[in-house]
């Protein structure tokens, strides 16, 4: 049974309590497990160290992935989701503040789903989150 989990990897706490307010404001109660580094996202993932207890098939729905992270950065994590056939399809959004072009380019090479700049004020950044919850919760049809 899939929790429609949502996975957002965030090491600044102000960013994920701005994300669990704009989930809450605009009604997306999709659980949310936050991992604050690389290292901690791919154990919650493939079910590693203290989430080996954790049924692998319940995958997250959505992984919102900030680049700039302690012990393994987001592009590393997003390589290892899509050397695996079992998590390559999950949809990954690259949230984040950097608006390099290398670090889009790198996204995308490394297979994105989206490249999203976290916007900086609360009322644009829980819009953000609305259209990312809207699109990838209801609208789109995720892989079998």
Same mark, same amino acid.
């Given at each position: ?36 580094? #690389? ?11 203290? %989430?080996?207890? &954790? ?11 900030? =680049?700039?992270? $302690? ?6 994590? =997003? &390589? !290892?989701? !899509?050397?695996?056939? !079992?998590? &390559? ?18 996204? %995308?090479?490394? #297979?994105?789903?989206?490249?999203? !700049?976290? $916007? ?12 990312? #919850?809207? %699109? ?9």
């Amino acid at each position: 049974m899939n929790t429609k989990t949502i996975l957002l990897v965030e090491d600044n706490p102000s960013d994920v309590s701005l994300t669990r307010r704009a989930l809450v404001k605009h009604s997306i109660s999709n659980p949310l497990v936050v991992a604050e580094d #690389g290292q901690d996202a791919l154990n919650y993932i493939f079910c590693n160290g203290e %989430y080996s207890t &954790r049924n692998f098939s319940d995958m997250p729905v959505l992984i919102l992935l900030d =680049l700039k992270l $302690p012990k393994i950065g987001g592009l590393e994590v =997003l &390589r !290892r989701l !899509r050397a695996d056939p !079992r998590t &390559r399809r999950i949809p990954v959004v690259i949230l984040t503040s950097s608006g390099q072009e290398e670090d889009i380019s790198a996204s %995308y090479d490394c #297979g994105t789903n989206s490249y999203i !700049r976290k $916007p900086v004020n609360f009322t644009d950044f829980a819009e953000t989150i609305k259209q990312l #919850g809207l %699109y990838w919760l209801v609208i789109n049809e995720p892989p079998p």
